[in-house]
């Protein structure tokens, strides 16, 4: 089992950028593939980012594409989601996840086994 915790979240203007961790403990984490997903207010929880075991492969949805960065440092367990020109259409609670045994890209929720508590992202206009 991997507990997950992230931080970072806030508060921000349209155009500018937040870096979002997510600590994990327990299990191995490099053993994990790892994702970013986001829930906006009234929508469905989707899907941001997923990032490789060893961090060399990394997918994101195309809204985001070229504005986020995915990134992981296993020898601190910790995830990262670094977010640039950020759009008030970016505003949501962001949560990381933790995916066993993945071969395969994944990005539906409930291809992830483990989850963190959520940090809010806030985007002005």
């Known amino acids: 089992q991997v507990q997950l915790v992230e931080s970072g979240g806030g508060l921000v203007q349209a155009g500018g950028s937040l870096r979002l961790s997510c600590a994990a403990s327990?299990?191995?984490?490099?053993?994990?593939?790892m994702g970013w997903f986001r829930q906006a207010p009234g929508k469905e929880r989707e899907f941001v980012a997923a990032?490789?075991?060893?961090?060399?492969?990394?997918y994101y949805v195309d809204s985001v594409k070229g504005r986020f960065t995915i990134s992981r440092d296993n020898a601190k367990s910790t995830l990262y989601l670094q977010m640039n020109s950020l759009k008030p259409e970016d505003t949501a609670v962001y949560y990381c996840?933790?995916?066993?045994?993945?071969?395969?890209?994944?990005?539906?929720?409930?291809?992830?086994?483990?989850w963190g508590q959520g940090t809010q992202v806030t985007v002005s206009s």
């Open positions: 990032i490789s075991w060893s961090g060399g492969n990394t």
């Open positions: 327990g299990r191995t984490f490099s053993s994990y593939l």
């Open positions: 996840a933790a995916s066993n045994g993945a071969t395969t890209w994944r990005t539906s929720e409930n291809e992830y086994d483990y």
